[in-house]
């Protein structure tokens, strides 16, 4: 079975400052990593993912992931905080074979950005 | 180019009555996904179609929980004798190729599905 940990349901940073939310998971088979941001009324919106091409995973609006096997973890980070960032980001995993895809989501971390 | 719609945006149903929930994806996509999001969590799979074959429902909670996708396009997603627990938001998301893991899934903006 698949699951992933988001440590810290709440995140606050100040603009322009460094943006790091944290995200570890567990599988038994060599997984799939995404990054969703979901803004208020809005679908999920795909940040990033790791489909284990390259361990430094460069998405959309400045962020970036690393996969990193021996800590499971795959932390989501900016390194300069718009105010647009405010939004909640899910981390999720998959795996190949027969799953379909289907994804394990994390259960978010709400990312506040102060002026 | 439009993306994957939802209908209705919010719905309110009394205990005991039946919804029905509906996902258009994008045009062309083979697989689609249905998720549930309570309050304060994140998504949780429900089932999974490719085309017409609904291949997975290993996520539907209960027999009350039914989805279809007749014509491998439009899904609804069917809740009878609605409970308070299915309050909701019911995400369905499209991709563009057979289940592969690594497609991106495009979601929809959701339904609100609130029971009293």
């Known amino acids: 079975a698949q699951s992933v940990t988001q440590l810290g349901s709440h995140v606050s940073v100040s603009e322009g400052a460094l943006v790091l939310l944290r995200c570890n998971y567990s599988?038994?088979?060599?997984?799939?990593l995404f990054w969703y941001v979901q803004y208020p009324n809005q679908g999920l919106q795909l940040l990033l993912k790791y489909t284990s091409a390259a361990t430094l995973v460069k998405g959309i609006n400045g962020f970036e992931a690393e996969f990193k096997k021996s800590e499971t973890s795959f932390h989501l980070t900016k390194p300069s905080a718009h105010m647009s960032d405010a939004a909640e980001y899910f981390c999720a995993v998959t795996k190949g074979g027969t799953s379909y895809g289907k994804l394990t989501f994390g259960q978010g971390t709400i990312l506040t950005v102060h002026p | 180019g439009a993306g994957v719609s939802q209908s209705p945006r919010y719905k309110v149903a009394k205990r005991g009555q039946d919804v029905a929930l509906r996902c258009d994806p994008i045009?062309?996509?083979?697989?689609l996904f249905w998720y549930q999001q309570a309050l304060g969590q994140g998504p949780e799979f429900l089932t999974y179609f490719q085309n017409e074959a609904q291949l997975d429902k290993s996520g539907l909670p209960s027999d009350r929980f039914f989805a279809e996708r007749p014509e491998g396009s439009v899904s609804t997603l069917k809740i009878q004798r609605t409970q308070q627990e299915d309050s909701a938001v019911y995400l369905c998301a499209s991709s563009l190729g057979f289940g592969d893991p690594v497609d991106t899934q495009y979601f929809g903006p959701g339904t609100r599905l609130t029971v009293l």
């Open positions: 045009s062309g996509h083979v697989s």
């Open positions: 599988s038994s088979v060599p997984p799939y």
